[in-house]
């Protein structure tokens, strides 16, 4: 299971990603402000976002009501310690699906994760994406312009994948570390770099290198 966890409490925070990676097998993203609850929310797929109510720069329901306005379909799970009847409202009616109260047990968010979860609120991902021209195929990993098909590695057509689906935006060098080789992986940020350089080289077969750019100090975007 993705999860995203937006909560600004490091202590709470440390120990909650170490049960949900240990008890729930999860795997977690981990985030201390409201801006980059939303930015990430936006950026990546998770089953389940758990929004601490109180965070810097964007409490959660002030995020999860611009997630919901933009269409985010996602499973978000309300975390707080207000707990009047107004509050539980307030909370659901921001587009939360679901509200635990502070302090809670691990095993009772587990067993909420779970039902979140098996709701299902994943959209659908076509096999094909097609942008100005450029066909990405997730079956083969392989991209078409055309007559010419070219072949990408796993790895590869991810990264290219990740970046296309976020067309226009920025992604962060941490985030596609994350998103592509994950947290547990011994490899170096420099291997972001020598993929990016791999994939490039095959899209200069079909002239579309210069749609991959890097933003020094940042990351790297896919332009439309």
Same mark, same amino acid.
């Given at each position: 299971?993705?999860?995203?966890?937006?909560?600004?409490?490091?202590?709470?925070?440390?120990?909650?990603?170490?049960?949900?990676?240990?008890?729930?097998?999860?795997?977690?993203?981990?985030?201390?402000?409201?801006?980059?609850?939303?930015?990430?929310?936006?950026?990546?797929?998770?089953?389940?976002?758990?929004?601490?109510?109180?965070?810097?720069?964007?409490?959660?329901?002030?995020?999860?009501?611009?997630? #919901?306005?933009? %269409?985010?379909?996602?499973?978000?799970? /309300?975390? !707080?310690?207000?707990? +009047? &009847?107004?509050?539980?409202?307030?909370?659901?009616?921001?587009?939360?699906?679901?509200?635990?109260?502070?302090?809670?047990?691990?095993?009772?968010?587990?067993?909420?994760?779970?039902?979140?979860?098996?709701?299902?609120?994943?959209?659908?991902?076509?096999?094909?994406?097609?942008?100005?021209?450029?066909?990405?195929?997730?079956?083969?990993?392989?991209?078409?312009?055309?007559?010419?098909?070219?072949?990408?590695?796993?790895?590869?057509?991810?990264?290219?994948?990740?970046?296309?689906?976020?067309?226009?935006?920025?992604?962060?060098?941490?985030?596609?570390?994350? #998103?592509?080789? %994950?947290?547990?992986?011994?490899?170096? /940020?420099? !291997?972001?770099?020598? +993929? &990016?350089?791999?994939?490039?080289?095959?899209?200069?077969?079909?002239?579309?290198?210069?749609?991959?750019?890097?933003?020094?100090?940042?990351?790297?975007?896919?332009?439309?």
């Amino acid at each position: 299971m993705n999860v995203l966890l937006a909560e600004d409490d490091h202590r709470l925070g440390d120990l909650m990603v170490y049960m949900l990676k240990k008890k729930g097998n999860c795997n977690v993203e981990w985030v201390k402000e409201g801006d980059d609850a939303f930015y990430y929310a936006t950026s990546a797929h998770y089953d389940v976002i758990i929004m601490d109510w109180m965070m810097p720069n964007g409490d959660g329901v002030g995020v999860c009501r611009k997630l #919901r306005k933009q %269409g985010y379909s996602g499973a978000i799970l /309300m975390l !707080t310690a207000k707990d +009047t &009847v107004q509050d539980r409202i307030e909370g659901l009616d921001s587009g939360a699906d679901d509200y635990l109260v502070k302090p809670f047990e691990i095993d009772e968010l587990m067993a909420r994760l779970r039902a979140l979860s098996r709701r299902n609120f994943a959209p659908i991902v076509e096999d094909e994406t097609e942008i100005n021209g450029l066909i990405l195929n997730r079956a083969s990993h392989s991209v078409r312009v055309g007559e010419t098909d070219i072949q990408f590695s796993p790895r590869e057509f991810q990264l290219l994948d990740l970046l296309v689906q976020n067309k226009g935006q920025v992604l962060p060098r941490e985030l596609i570390y994350e #998103r592509v080789w %994950g947290l547990d992986t011994d490899v170096t /940020m420099k !291997t972001i770099d020598a +993929t &990016v350089k791999l994939i490039r080289k095959k899209l200069s077969l079909i002239n579309k290198q210069d749609k991959l750019q890097s933003i020094r100090g940042v990351g790297y975007k896919f332009e439309t």
